[in-house]
């Protein structure tokens, strides 16, 4: 158990795979959460999931507009005085060869990954500066260590996403604040147990054991962890 009662946290890509589980273990820690949410029926469907928690802010804003962003900072800084955790989960999976030079579906990866991430960021970091303190944790995938066939953007967005969060964290580690990288290999969900029936999904990350990791890297106690990238393996 960790105590994140006094921490104020601000969560992207809430409503996908992994962010229920995430946004809950946040709660169930203490913390105050806002989720930035493009689709607002699926931020009412959160909350709903997650026991319409007080300490739950669901906010319509895209993590990949920067005013969008800047705007939801400052209504959490109104209502909570201070943003000391961000959690970029935006992802999704998708094919494209490397021999096939298909530059459209490579931006289309690095959009949803990358700038997501980069531009929610850029957004939060500044009360964290301003206060001395925060933790920035990105979720990616074991792709960014290694290119896998018929997914090469997909792997190019992760390792990127790996390489600019090394470089936040050399930029930002002398003033309070940590930024990490988590590197699931394949998660239990829905879609992927449909994509390889023949597996067996109880070797696979949950979302629940993601959301473990993830939290831990938003606390006090993770102070001397910065740079890293966390493969979660789980059993396979």
Not at 32 to 42: F, I, L, W
Not at 63 to 85: F, H, I, K, N, T
Not at 151 to 160: I, L, Q, V
Not at 178 to 195: G, K, S
Request: charged share 25%; glycine share 8%; aromatic share 4%.
């Amino acid at each position: 158990m960790f105590d994140l009662s006094k921490r104020v946290v601000v969560v992207t890509g809430a409503t996908g795979h992994i962010g229920p589980a995430v946004t809950r273990a946040y709660l169930e820690q203490g913390a105050h959460v806002a989720v930035a949410v493009r689709d607002a029926t699926k931020g009412t469907a959160l909350k709903d999931e997650v026991g319409g928690d007080e300490r739950l802010m669901v906010a319509a804003a895209d993590p990949s507009d920067r005013q969008a962003m800047e705007r939801l900072v400052e209504r959490v800084l109104r209502g909570w005085g201070r943003l000391d955790v961000l959690a970029n989960l935006v992802g999704g999976y998708a094919t494209s060869a490397a021999a096939d030079g298909d530059l459209a579906a490579y931006r289309a990866s690095w959009d949803q990954k990358v700038a997501t991430a980069v531009t929610a960021t850029a957004a939060c970091i500044r009360p964290m500066r301003a206060r001395g303190y925060g933790r920035i944790v990105n979720v990616a995938s074991m792709a960014a260590l290694k290119g896998e066939k018929g997914a090469a953007g997909y792997a190019m967005a992760n390792a990127a996403l790996v390489r600019w969060t090394e470089s936040l964290a050399e930029e930002t580690k002398r003033e309070g604040i940590t930024a990490n990288v988590v590197l699931p290999r394949i998660i239990d969900t829905p879609e992927n147990r449909a994509a390889m029936p023949k597996a067996d999904p109880t070797r696979w990350a949950t979302a629940a054991e993601i959301a473990a990791v993830v939290v831990f890297l938003s606390t006090d106690e993770a102070s001397g962890v910065t740079g890293a990238a966390i493969p979660v393996l789980a059993r396979t």
